[in-house]
């Protein structure tokens, strides 16, 4: 990381000196995350064995970023350091110290040019989108040439081309892109409504060495989409299609045992106006992986993901409502009778009241209450295992089931310093389409918390939950307490402790105990305790982390 660190302060030595003399903007940051992992002996694997103490115990992900900017013109250029090694289960091509990404970038209000690597995003993403999330370890940004370009005020351009960044290299593949966005408010200069019209292309272009192919190089992606509202109202739909390509249903295995189109319907509608919200959301896909290489199918890290598909569930904050977290079933699998699969169909329905203050439910300062539910099917239709494998899916058509939840939340205010919520919330959980394992989760979880503000600034929040499950590692109960001191300092302690496990050396307490302190744009927290196993989800994406114990510390500044 010194290397990188003294590339990039010596690059811009020239460039502060001109940004103090020319108003220009200079502006960076720098997030390191820490762990020193410890032999826990009491973590033990379903066999009573320990569960494995890591090579280097030491590990960081570190990030230090610097952009600049002079009129029309900005630059910038990250550097990362991971040592002795990344976190546990972070892409192992995250292994060294080096410059990772840069851009340069020109821009007006006709024209917008990157040259360099850059993040984009097409639509809803469901054909392309390059981000970075540093707590899923990913960065998939593409390493070429982006335009954007404006001719009228209500037509918008985009035009892509560019390799995927994996690691600190870039893949072999090259992906092209076009996006056409129509605003007709701002062309027919609508009042009260918003309509917006787009269309996208996406081609992947990956040579592939096989002695016959019954699929072309490059893979074509098609989309469409419109988007209306009206006051308080709201509906929008986008259709994909992905054309022939070989599916790849085990990591690194690409022939031409099956090949077939792809397709992706989203609809999403909902009207919501102060006190009441309804929300409602479907979405069908099939054969829709998209990665630019074939291969990196059924990879553990999202590496070189193209496309954004989240799983469409409510984004629980509680502990235990997190342990059974449902993934989009994007892709094919034909294994067995028992479990095959070629997409998903389902959806998504939120509903908010607010009780005014003064009704009988309300009482004196009002009430909040908040449902979700959601379900998540399989495809239904004819499935072929044994050569030749095939499918035929029925379009609207349920299959087995995936996941189905439902949660209902209240929130009370009591008076100026007393807050309470109380929910409810019951799962289905299919580990044997879903993982690919075995065994169907029932699930119910209730929980209660409680917000005590001595000030406007510290205040102490309790929080206890439990889980009733009929499978795997059964019940569980969790308990948690925030104190912030002031607007600098924060502390806290959490116990997850799976009581009802069968297996008893595994009734573990994963206890965690830690504190933060916050000053302008910088923050360092500092933790010890033990890891869940199981799935971290940030946005409805996720990545699997193995159970650990040790000593964390995090830092995050900005300038």
């Known amino acids: ?130 981000w970075e999330d540093r707590a899923l370890g990913i960065n998939n940004a593409l390493r070429g040439v982006r335009i954007i370009f404006k001719p009228l005020d209500f037509i918008t351009l985009k035009s892509v081309y560019g390799q995927q960044r994996t690691g600190f290299d870039v893949t072999d593949s090259k992906i092209y892109g076009l996006d056409l966005e129509f605003d007709l408010k701002t062309a027919f200069k609508f009042q009260t409504s918003d309509l917006t019209v787009g269309f996208s292309y996406v081609g992947r272009d990956e040579e592939v060495d096989l002695p016959v192919q019954d699929f072309e190089d490059l893979t074509n992606a098609f989309a469409g989409r419109v988007s209306f509202s009206h006051n308080a109202f709201y509906i929008s739909s986008e259709m994909n299609y992905k054309a022939k390509d070989a599916v790849v249903q085990v990591n690194n295995q690409v022939n031409n045992r099956l090949v077939k189109q792809g397709s992706a319907l989203l609809l999403n509608t909902g009207y919501s106006k102060k006190g009441f919200g309804i929300d409602a959301t479907f979405r069908r896909l099939e054969n829709m992986s998209f990665f630019s290489e074939r291969g990196a199918k059924g990879n553990d890290f999202n590496d070189r993901l193209m496309n954004f598909i989240p799983s469409l569930t409510k984004q629980q904050h509680y502990n235990l409502a997190n342990i059974y977290v449902y993934q989009a079933q994007p892709g094919v699998f034909l294994a067995d009778e028992d479990l095959v699969k070629a997409g998903e169909i389902g959806g998504q329905l939120d509903l908010f009241y607010d009780f005014k203050k003064g009704t009988a439910l309300g009482g004196k300062n009002g009430m909040k209450i908040a449902l979700n539910m959601s379900s998540w099917n399989a495809l239904s239709g004819t499935f072929y295992i044994f050569n030749p494998q095939d499918y035929q899916t029925d ?32 799962q289905y959980y299919n ?121 964390s510390l995090s830092l995050n500044t900005s300038f």
């Open 1 to 130: 990381m010194k290397k990188v660190v003294r590339l990039i302060c010596l690059s811009l030595l020239p460039v502060l000196s001109f940004s103090q003399q020319n108003n220009s903007v200079f502006s960076g940051g720098f997030e390191s995350n820490a762990q020193w992992y410890l032999n826990d002996k009491g973590l033990k694997d379903e066999f009573n064995n320990p569960t494995s103490h890591p090579e280097d115990p030491l590990r960081s992900n570190n990030y230090l970023f610097v952009n600049y900017a002079y009129k029309n013109w900005s630059f910038g250029i990250q550097g990362e350091s991971y040592v002795q090694n990344a976190l546990l289960n972070m892409n192992p091509k995250y292994n060294e110290t080096n410059v990772a990404t840069y851009f340069a970038r020109y821009k007006t209000e006709k024209i917008d040019i990157t040259a360099g690597y850059y993040y984009e995003q097409f639509g809803s993403g469901l054909l392309l989108r390059s």
């Open 395 to 426: 379009f609207f058509s349920f299959g087995k089931r995936y996941y189905t939840d439902f949660n209902v939340e209240v929130t009370k205010k009591w008076n100026n310093k007393w807050q309470s919520a109380f929910s409810y919330i019951n």
């Open 431 to 551: 580990k044997q389409m879903v993982e690919g394992t075995d065994g169907v989760v029932y699930s119910d979880i209730v929980a209660a918390e409680a917000t005590y503000k001595f000030t406007a600034t510290k205040s102490i929040r309790v929080v206890g939950e439990h889980m009733w499950a009929n499978y795997e590692k059964k019940n569980w109960a969790s308990a948690t307490v925030e104190f912030n001191l002031n607007s600098k300092f924060s502390f806290y302690a959490v116990d997850l402790y799976n009581y009802g496990n069968e297996l008893e050396y595994q009734r573990n307490h994963y206890y965690n105990f830690g504190g933060s302190f916050r000053k302008k744009a910088t923050r360092i927290a500092l933790s010890y305790g033990r890891q869940r196993g199981g799935l971290v989800c940030v946005g409805g994406v996720c990545r699997n982390v193995p159970e650990s114990s040790g000593i």
